[in-house]
């Protein structure tokens, strides 16, 4: 499955953003999907995945409350919704798919993960 990142951008603190992730290739409703963010000299992390029906998610806590994922699987598109944002939300974005059996617990690191988008720059000023 190829992914597409978009939606990044140059926002002040206390903004919002919203991320998109199109896939193509495979039907996305066969993948629990993620979202991972790599911050200048530091390493990759998980920020939020989502169920292959969209029915549970995950969060990392340091998004919790502020970030919403969610899916469409007619349009084969998952989503990073991000609200009152922060300079140390300032990263490269990326999307990730984990093909898995409807009943897996979300994973949270990105040796799980199969896929993976190209990344899109989301830059927060303060």
């Known amino acids: 499955v190829q992914l597409q990142a978009s939606g990044g951008g140059l926002v002040q603190a206390g903004g919002s953003l919203s991320l998109s992730c199109a896939a193509s290739?495979?039907?996305?409703?066969?993948?629990?999907m993620g979202w991972f963010r790599q911050a200048p000299g530091k390493e990759r992390e998980f920020v939020a995945a989502?169920?292959?029906?969209?029915?549970?998610?995950s969060y990392a806590d340091s998004v919790k409350g502020r970030f919403t994922i969610s899916r469409d699987n007619a349009k084969n598109t998952v989503y990073l919704q991000m609200n009152k944002l922060k300079p140390e939300d300032t990263a490269v974005y990326y999307c990730?798919?984990?093909?898995?059996?409807?009943?897996?617990?979300?994973?949270?690191?990105?040796?799980?993960?199969?896929?993976w988008g190209q990344g899109t720059q989301v830059t927060v000023s303060s």
């Open positions: 990730a798919a984990d093909r898995v059996i409807n009943t897996a617990p979300l994973q949270t690191t990105q040796i799980s993960y199969d896929y």
């Open positions: 290739g495979r039907t996305l409703s066969n993948y629990a």
């Open positions: 989502v169920s292959r029906g969209g029915g549970v998610t």
